[in-house]
């Protein structure tokens, strides 16, 4: 961020500017992606059988009986 501020001071040019933001956004959401990963790997590839005993605790519906 200190860089960013750097190059402002220094009046450098507006794509040095637009490319550190741009660098620091992808490095922001490139840390939220990596964090996010696991839940979600663990929620896709979840055993099928713990999902069913999940549904079952449902009461039936008419279409059920």
């Known amino acids: 961020m200190e860089e960013l501020v750097d190059l402002i001071a220094t ?26 990963k696991p839940d979600i790997a663990s929620s896709v590839f979840t055993d099928e059988a713990e999902e069913e005993e999940e549904v079952s605790d449902e009461q039936p519906t008419e279409e059920d009986e």
């Open 11 to 36: 009046d450098a040019s507006a794509s040095d500017v637009s490319d550190k933001i741009k660098d620091a956004l992808m490095a922001k959401a490139a840390a939220r992606v990596d964090a996010l």
